[in-house]
C-alpha cells in the first residue's frame, strides 16, 4: 500500500493509528495529572513516605508531627518528627535543605517550619521526645493549645536547638521502650 492509498482507500488504518496514538497521550496525560494529584494533596507525602526513614513510625499515624525535608538535589526525606528530622539534617551536614515542612498540629497540613508558630513543652506526651514540640500555622491555635496543655512559643531555630538538646534523653529514653517492648514479646 502506498502513501496515496493509505491517506485515500486505508482512511481507515489511518483512523485507526490516530485513535490508538491520541489513546496513548490522554493515558500519558492522566498519569502526569494523577501524580501530580497524589503529589500535591496534604497526605501525598505519606503516600511517597509512608514510615519515617529513622525509626519506621507509620507517618499516617503520626499526621499531626509529620516532616519533610526537601534537599537542594531534589532528595526528599520523610519523618515522624521533629527528632527524627534533627537526625536526618545533622546525618546530611553537606547538603542544603531548600524546604523544611511540618504538619500543622491541627490541620495536619504540610507548612513551612520556619515560619510555622512552635510550641515546646507542655503536659501532651510528644513524638519520640520527652519535651514535646508541635507545630502550628496560626499563632492563635498555638496559644490555645498553650491554654490547655503548657509548653512556650518557639520559633524553628528555637525547637530545633531544643530537639538537639533534648537527643541524648530522648534515645536513651526510646531505646528503654523498645528494650520492654522486647521483654514483653
Not at 7 to 32: A, P, Q, S
Not at 126 to 150: N, P, S
Not at 165 to 177: A, G, N
Request: charged share 30%; with cysteine.
Amino acid at each position: 500500500m502506498n502513501y496515496e492509498n493509505f491517506l485515500e482507500g486505508g482512511g481507515d488504518m489511518f483512523k485507526r493509528w490516530m485513535f490508538i496514538i491520541l489513546i496513548f497521550i490522554g493515558f500519558f496525560l492522566f498519569l502526569l495529572y494523577f501524580s501530580e494529584l497524589i503529589s500535591s494533596t496534604e497526605e501525598g507525602d505519606i503516600l511517597k513516605h509512608p514510615q519515617c526513614k529513622y525509626c519506621q513510625m507509620d507517618r499516617k499515624q503520626f499526621n499531626f508531627s509529620r516532616m519533610l525535608i526537601v534537599y537542594d538535589d531534589g532528595e526528599e526525606v520523610g519523618t515522624c518528627s521533629l527528632h527524627c528530622a534533627s537526625i536526618d539534617l545533622a546525618i546530611n551536614i553537606d547538603k542544603t535543605p531548600v524546604k523544611i515542612l511540618v504538619a500543622d498540629y491541627n490541620s495536619k497540613k504540610l507548612i513551612d517550619a520556619e515560619r510555622a508558630y512552635w510550641v515546646v513543652g507542655g503536659s501532651l506526651r510528644g513524638v519520640m521526645t520527652k519535651r514535646a514540640k508541635w507545630a502550628f500555622e496560626k499563632k492563635e491555635d498555638a496559644e490555645a493549645f498553650i491554654q490547655k496543655y503548657g509548653g512556650k512559643i518557639a520559633t524553628f531555630e528555637e525547637a530545633i536547638r531544643a530537639s538537639y538538646e533534648d537527643m541524648y534523653e530522648d534515645t536513651k529514653m526510646i531505646r528503654e521502650r523498645r528494650k520492654m517492648k522486647r521483654i514483653q514479646k
